[in-house]
């Protein structure tokens, strides 16, 4: 009965005897095999799998009587379940292994043929590949997980917006003139929720809630010369339980954002690097999977988002929409009109290329995407600098309906 | 900004630099591997043809651990490191420069957010880093790839971080070769005295038959923070 040892290396499988010399091997790198299939087997390993051929090499290389010595537990039972009669052991502290993998790149090339220098080049490149794609599948998960984030963070946005307008009109009962001088929604809560009744307005406390020097002045002045109504405690606890959740939903969306911008680095690290996560997060969710996302046209891509546009167009024989959602992109919007078009049409074929890259490589492109488009659009800018000189048209009935921002044409 | 004027080895450091400034103050470096390439927002300055990579001690515990006076400094050009914990590559960026072309690092990380950034920032430029995400505490998922090496770097602030590390150094460490372990003492165990959690990790390490060579607290740079050597015997 003698003990042998299983040692497996990127290229190759060895049996060992006790002092770690290799007396057989099996190559697992050959020059026909591509570079996805070698990963593809590393990665089987990873998970526990051997190969027939590995599995028939070890076969024949073991007697009944010997017991094999597999440092992976999981690679043990596999084998164990596989080769009934093998005697498998899992085992991570011995001599004869370590022995081999001092002398591993010696090895590597007197049995595969390989150099040193090239076999550090091929682990490399081998694991950059393995591991984008391990990082890729942890991450396709999670797509859905992500666009369910931005639903949610439209959710909060909207009712952030309605309680806003809640307590600015039932606080405006107390102070009216405070509805004008505070403009964002966050600033208004923060007064009601922690200073409450006008006659407590100090430019002190104002600013220690982060308002401006000359508007907190305001603030105070019109407080003395308010024409509200008087405010009972009784009445300002009801005021602030609404308050208190809107500032609540201030945190929530931050929390919501940060959520978002991580995953996206893992989900789609392109798509977020060439428009920014939530744009690229949105995309997503309309798509319904990034999976879906890369398989659209870019020409679809681009009216993401538009749908009614789209439909009122092919039903009434409307203009189609130049943009969708990608109307939020700050080159898109901060772009002259007859620009935007042209500008859009660019960012869909980047988003196409970009969304391709996330579902099927994983590999990081995105600054030269980005590059590339900021040259197109500088290019559109100097092409069409000046807008069209329009044709007359008919006056064009108007259909009803409100237009949304990102359908405009 | 304050121009760089001169530069100059480290006295005990081989491929560790110090970089003199205008204003007399001197920052550590090291030889940028992939040249104009910046890993987290660090300076990089030009003197003789060369492009360095000035060195954090608030952002790396090794650099931390360099100016708090280490001894003994393992890691040299064309050694082969494993590193544990490499997160998005502040340290194995630097580390990565000293090995040079021939060394080699092989880096696991398990968490696939920063290991994505890793790959981007770090090992995609540099042929001298194998990237490996996996979880430190099952090193026989790794061990078909990882080959001995001369040192383990270790910085994943887990409890009983000593017992992953030995289990790893079992496998894969040469002979002579070196821990280099950083010690976050907080994430171990809050409830007790800082020095009592180091205590604690370097007698395991001692138990499993790695002798500590040198320990350091890592203070200004680090809280909390202690910096174990160890070889084993
Ligand atoms: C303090 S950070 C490392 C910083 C890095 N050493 C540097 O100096 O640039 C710790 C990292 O270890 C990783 N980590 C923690 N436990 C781990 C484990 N069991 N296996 C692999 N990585 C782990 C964490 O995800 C984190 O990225």
Redesign the interface.
Known sequence: MAKKYLF???LAVYILDEHGEPIAFYKLYRDSMSREEHVRL?YD??QGRLSEKILEFIASNIKKEDELVV???DLGRFISNNLKDARVESA??GDA??KA??N??SIIEKTVGVKPQEY??L??EL??QL??L??KE??EKRDLFVAQAINALDDVNKTINLFASRVREWYSLHFPELDELVEEHEDYFKVVSNIGFRSKMTKERLKELGIKDDVAEKIVKAAQSSMGADLTEFDLEAIRLISDTGLRLYSIRRSLEKYID?AM??VA?NIRGLVGSLLGARLIALAGGLDKLAKLPASTIQVLGAEKALFRALRYGAKPPKHGVIFQHPLIHRSPKWQRGKIARALAAKLAIAARIDAFS?E?RADELREDLEKRVEEIKTLYAKPPVKPERAVKAKKGGKKFRGEKR | MIRALRVREHEAFPQVYVVEFEDGSERLATVNMAPGIKVYGEQLVNIGGKEYRIWNPYRSKLAGAILKGLKTNPIKPGIKVLYLGVASGTTPSHVSDILGPSG?LYGVEFA??V???F??KV??YR???????ADARF??????????VDVIYADIAQPFQSKYVA?NA???L?KGGWIMMAIKAMSIDVTKAPSETYKREMNELEQRGYKVREALHLEPYDEAHAFVVAQKT
């Open positions: 497996i290396t990127p590393l390993m990873e440092e992976d537990n991570t502290r292994i370590l993998r001092e591993l790149t550090y080049s682990v490399h694991m950059l591991t984008r391990k990082v942890v991450a991580e680095y893992e690290p994983g990081y | 080699i696939p957010r290991m994505r950034e790959i981007e090992a995609a042929t001298n880093v194998v990237p490996l995400l090193p026989s998922k790794y061990a078909h790839i990882v080959e001995a289990d079992d496998m894969f040469k």
